[in-house]
């Protein structure tokens, strides 16, 4: 199995002599790597903070996220250290290359892909929404999506033994099997959405402001559009930070591998990296009660960082009084 591990490690990353030539590839990759994965880290322990205290979420929807947010917060606390630790390692033209490439496929494989089987299940979880609307509540428990998030781990988990005891081609089977059928839904979903909407946009245009004004159903619905829109965004962004990935292993595997195609490769893993920073960004930029939950936050840190030093003013200040 080692063997095997050791000769796919030569398809995706340089041999030693072809180190000189992506070596400087390796160095950008390990910088950039090791400030997002601070980044990612510290932004989803505060999104995950923000979204347990949000109150005007959906309990569903708020499930979801919190195991979307917990994934790329793994990414962070693991995959993403050891990418890093691989990459000084083949800087140093270590030996241990192909077992640290083990252990770093087996988690990235298992975290990376509980984050994209997130973004699928919240893209569906909007769609339910929008489609079923008023039956939302009574189909999508609390319960079922509980069930789904189980689920997802366990399939995560499925992937990344495929890659422990899979050979490569079985392993890049299944991984694109996973990628066509995470795609193909989130699109299906998301231009079902788009029809639906318009309709909807239809027939607010033709009620009066007023009706519109005072429909609390059509309030509700407007809500529910403004959020699916913000995930819509995190769907956009999981397409940006995948593809590349997905496109650079089929052409290895298709066309054999080159400096060219190593080189895009490396800065391929760290854009899939990338996407567990940016999610939290597009939660807070997009979705009004996450963002306002983490201001809050903010404001909290603020106030209790300042409180110390105003003690000590003041308390420097009645010396020098007594002094007088």
């Excluded at 630790?85 to 252990?103: A, E, I, R, S, W």
């Excluded at 033709?206 to 619905?221: G, I, L, P, T």
């Excluded at 404001?299 to 200040?317: E, F, H, Q, T, V």
Aim: charged share 15%; net charge positive.
């Amino acid at each position: 199995m080692n063997e095997l591990f050791c000769k796919e490690f030569l398809d995706y990353f340089p041999t030693y002599t072809e180190l000189k030539d992506l070596r400087l590839t390796f160095i950008t990759n390990c910088i950039f790597n090791n400030f997002i994965t601070h980044t990612s880290i510290m932004l989803n322990i505060v999104t995950i903070y923000a979204i347990h205290k949000t109150s005007a979420m959906a309990k569903t929807l708020k499930t979801l996220l919190l195991s979307l947010a917990f994934s790329d917060l793994a990414v962070g606390l693991f995959s993403q250290p050891l990418y890093t630790f691989f990459l000084v390692k083949c800087l140093q033209l270590d030996n241990l290359n192909c077992d640290t490439y083990q252990v770093l496929i087996i988690s990235g494989y298992l975290f990376s892909t509980a984050s994209f089987f997130g973004v699928v299940a919240v893209s569906v979880d909007r769609f339910l929404a929008v489609h079923l609307h008023l039956r939302y509540q009574e189909l999508v428990t609390h319960r079922r999506v509980v069930v789904v998030v189980i689920g997802k781990w366990l399939c995560s988990a499925f992937v990344s033994l495929i890659t422990l005891w899979g050979l490569p081609g079985t392993r890049d089977l299944i991984g694109s099997v996973v990628a066509a059928f995470g795609f193909t839904v989130t699109f299906v979903v998301y231009t079902r959405i788009y029809f639906i909407v318009r309709r909807h946009k239809k027939q607010i245009h033709s009620m009066k402001v007023q009706e519109v004004a005072h429909s609390d159903e059509m309030k509700n619905f407007i809500v529910l559009i403004k959020s699916t829109v913000s995930l819509f965004y995190v769907y956009i962004l999981l397409l940006i930070c995948y593809l590349p990935f997905f496109i650079c292993s089929a052409v290895i595997r298709i066309l054999g591998s080159s400096i060219a195609s190593k080189h895009f490769f490396l800065y391929s893993l760290t854009l899939i990296f990338l996407n567990s920073s940016l999610n939290p960004v597009i939660y807070c930029w997009k979705m009004r009660h996450v963002r306002h939950a983490i201001m809050d936050i903010l404001r909290k840190m603020s106030r209790k960082s300042n409180r110390p030093l105003r003690i000590n003013y003041n308390r420097s200040l009645s010396v020098v009084q007594i002094d007088n």
